[in-house]
């Protein structure tokens, strides 16, 4: 089962063709959150500019318009300079790579787990129908306040997606007369951050695989909204219960708002494999 695929270059589980995943620090993928881009657009301009200045300096025969062209040769060269620094000073990984790394630290968690429960030896195609929710952490919810607020972080990648900083993962693997269950948080800006649960249920005791929602205020530069969470649930018969965030819609009618979810994210479609898996097994 294919839970993300918004990525076509890119296996379920964020490997590229060549399988290679490039290694980041945690001050690279913090940047990747955090870093500006303003100045490289205000560099772009600059040297747009200073083109215009160095052709309309060369062609006019104005001794005054003319020394445009020293005055748009030296803003190219400050533009270059900078540019230069700027570019090659932090390098944050590409929408593409952060999600490749991100699906990967999942992948490895998934397999470690599997070693735990007696099941590391599933072949390739077997872990990839493993069902699986992918959700998220947001700042100022509910959820948050088991987080530091400087590592909860989220932004809109060049191709219009939005990314989140702190992502959760929940695996569903049935073993024997049970149901396996892991839970990985992939903090992405605090490796030390690395929180799972490994918990195996007898079918019995899964009261129900559903969604759940509650209100949410989200704080921003502009001030508080109402919000609708929505999370995957799954209830055990003991009280516990498993909860992972899939979206956030904003309640107010206000223009611009905006919505925290992650795209082709099926989830409907997983807790019906889910459901019909628990039935099945405690017929």
């Not at 990747?32 to 200045?53: E, G, M, N, P, Q």
């Not at 490895?108 to 129908?129: H, M, N, S, T, Y």
Request: aromatic content about 10%; glycine content about 6%.
């Amino acid at each position: 089962m294919r839970i993300i695929g918004y990525m076509p270059t890119l296996d379920s589980f964020g490997r590229d063709n060549s399988g290679t995943i490039r290694k980041f620090s945690e001050k690279q993928m913090r940047g990747y959150f955090t870093k500006d881009d303003s100045l490289l657009r205000l560099i772009s301009t600059v040297t747009l500019v200073a083109s215009i200045a160095c052709f309309i300096g060369v062609i006019m025969e104005s001794a005054y318009i003319s020394l445009l062209a020293p005055v748009g040769l030296s803003l190219l060269f400050i533009a270059f300079v900078t540019h230069t620094i700027v570019r090659f000073g932090l390098q944050v990984p590409t929408d593409e790579e952060y999600d490749a790394w991100v699906n990967d630290r999942a992948r490895g968690c998934l397999l470690k787990a599997l070693g735990k429960v007696g099941q590391d030896a599933l072949p390739e195609d077997e872990i990839d129908r493993i069902l699986r929710v992918h959700g998220f952490v947001l700042a100022n919810t509910k959820a948050a306040s088991k987080y530091r607020s400087q590592d909860l972080l989220s932004k809109i990648g060049k191709d219009g997606i939005r990314r989140y900083s702190i992502n959760i993962y929940t695996f569903f693997h049935p073993v024997e007369h049970q149901l396996a269950v892991f839970l990985f948080d992939i903090n992405a800006v605090n490796f030390r951050d690395h929180r799972e649960q490994v918990q195996e249920y007898f079918f019995n005791d899964v009261v129900a695989a559903t969604t759940e929602f509650e209100q949410d205020i989200i704080t921003d530069e502009q001030g508080e909204h109402a919000y609708r969470t929505e999370s995957f649930a799954l209830r055990i018969c003991d009280g516990n219960r498993i909860s992972v965030t899939i979206r956030s819609l904003p309640l107010d009618y206000e223009e611009g708002l905006p919505t925290y979810d992650l795209p082709a994210t099926n989830v409907e479609q997983t807790i019906a494999k889910l459901r019909f898996l628990l039935r099945s097994k405690k017929q």
